[in-house]
T-cell receptor
Framework: RKEVEQDPGPFNVPEGATVAFNCTYSNSASQSFFWYRQDCRKEPKLLMSVYSSGNEDGRFTAQLNRASQYISLLIRDSKLSDSATYLCVVNTVDGNKLVFGAGTILRVKS | GAVVSQHPSRVICKSGTSVKIECRSLDFQATTMFWYRQFPKKSLMLMATSNEGSKATYEQGVEKDKFLINHASLTLSTLTVTSAHPEDSSFYIC?????????????FGSGTRLTVV
């Protein structure tokens, strides 16, 4: 089983739509969780960290369910510029390395 | 914010030659740098963790004699792909963590696209 699993998509949505991505992780002792965004042929960039209490940053909401080892990202009012690959990332238990999911492709169309 | 410069951004080389990729932290000291590779439509896979002044720690399955890593200073780590073959063609990305930084302090370079012909 992969350490971090995501639905690869692609998710094709119209502008203004709400879209949700899910991710599961295998190590129950993991402590830190993130969503990164990667544009084609570019480096990944941190979108937001994920906290147990859930957190929101503008149109983006991230949630963590430790019991189910499940992380989600919700994007409201999708923009064309949101088109990218969204990477679910988990820090190793010792905190020394990041483990990346394979990414979920989002395509927002007008 | 923290900036990591990676060079070159793109390189094409012949089979059998070696290629060096540099990763520099421009405005902070990085005791730890990480090297990843990414194949098309695949995730970033950690190749090795580089610590300043000591030997790199390689992930399982990564040949340390083929992917030479040097982290001689707090601002520079290099990855040398030796005797490159077409199957080494990939996107290589470095990241750096600031000395004393938290789990959140990872900054990525812009990546190097290597094509071996």
């Amino acid at each position: 089983r992969k350490e971090v699993e995501q639905d690869p998509g692609p998710f094709n949505v119209p502008e203004g739509a709400t879209v949700a991505f899910n991710c599961t992780y295998s190590n129950s002792a993991s402590q830190s969780f993130f969503w990164y965004r990667q544009d084609c042929r570019k480096e990944p960039k941190l979108l937001m960290s994920v906290y147990s209490s859930g957190n929101e940053d503008g149109r983006f909401t991230a949630q963590l369910n430790r019991a189910s080892q499940y992380i989600s990202l919700l994007i409201r009012d999708s923009k064309l510029s949101d088109s990218a690959t969204y990477l679910c990332v988990v820090n190793t238990v010792d905190g020394n390395k990041l483990v990346f999911g394979a990414g979920t492709i989002l395509r927002v169309k007008s | 914010g923290a900036v990591v410069s990676q060079h070159p951004s793109r390189v094409i080389c012949k089979s059998g030659t070696s290629v060096k990729i540099e990763c520099r932290s421009l405005d902070f000291q990085a005791t730890t740098m990480f090297w990843y590779r990414q194949f098309p439509k695949k995730s970033l896979m950690l190749m090795a963790t580089s610590n300043e002044g000591s030997k790199a720690t390689y992930e399982q399955g990564v040949e340390k004699d083929k992917f030479l890593i040097n982290h001689a200073s707090l601002t520079l780590s290099t990855l040398t792909v030796t005797s490159a073959h077409p199957e080494d063609s990939s996107f290589y990305i470095c990241s750096a963590r600031e000395a004393g930084g938290t789990n959140y302090g990872y900054t990525f370079g812009s990546g190097t696209r290597l094509t071996v012909v």
